[in-house]
């Protein structure tokens, strides 16, 4: 199981904003975490190269609750 935390932190460490201590399910990347569509591209690759997931590939995800989804199936 990969460290999305980490990856979101990452991620927003990038754009220089400063990292956050937990992710909850509702979170919208856009709207909590400030997510860009550069964002996004950053967060698929970076999970898709944790874990060989692209958890874009069905459609848009709009929360954390969603991703975690698209990671246990």
Same mark, same amino acid.
Request: net charge negative.
């Given at each position: 199981?990969? #460290? ?10 990038? +754009?220089?904003?400063?990292?956050? $201590? ?5 979170? +919208? ?6 997510? #860009? $569509? ?6 698929? &690759? ?11 590939? *069905?459609?848009?995800?709009? *929360?954390?609750?969603?991703?975690? &989804? +698209?990671?246990?199936?």
């Amino acid at each position: 199981m990969i #460290d999305l935390l980490t990856i979101v932190n990452t991620v927003l460490e990038n +754009k220089g904003l400063p990292a956050i $201590s937990q992710l909850l399910p509702h979170q +919208k990347l856009r709207d909590d975490l400030g997510f #860009d $569509s550069f964002d996004l591209a950053e967060l698929t &690759v970076r999970i898709e190269d944790a874990c060989g997931i692209d958890v874009f590939a *069905t459609g848009i995800i709009e *929360t954390v609750g969603e991703i975690e &989804v +698209k990671l246990a199936a």
